[in-house]
């Protein structure tokens, strides 16, 4: 099962700049496509950023939103996948969490995420 442990989010101002981490017991991350998600208040979690395997490409998406300003990567030694997130915007402001992309390998499973918060 995933157990995912996120961390690095605060109190930023608009225009600046978070690393968040996310951490997962074994090899979960490194054999599955991997991506951060994001849920504002009153509003569905969604999808900002993903990363295929390494052995697919180490291909990255990243929702429209957040294209340009956010990095995802991973480090499969570390069994950690982080998200560089710059130019912070106020619409920003969310609990971030990480998972793997599979529903069927995540089942219901989710961390207690990382608040970000962006000041105007």
């Known amino acids: 099962q995933v157990q995912p442990v996120e961390s690095g989010g605060g109190l930023v101002q608009a225009g600046g700049a978070l690393r968040l981490s996310c951490a997962a017991a074994g090899s979960i991350f490194s054999i599955n496509a991997v991506g951060w998600y994001r849920q504002a208040p009153g509003k569905k979690r969604e999808l900002v950023a993903s990363m295929s395997t390494i052995s697919s490409g180490g291909i990255t998406r990243y929702a429209d939103s957040v294209k340009g300003r956010f990095t995802i990567s991973r480090d499969n030694a570390k069994n950690t996948v982080y998200l560089q997130m710059n130019s912070l915007k106020p619409e920003d402001t969310a609990v971030y969490y990480c998972?793997?992309?599979?529903?069927?390998?995540?089942?219901?499973?989710w961390g207690q995420g990382t608040q970000v918060t962006v000041s105007s």
């Open positions: 998972n793997v992309l599979d529903p069927l390998v995540r089942g219901t499973n």
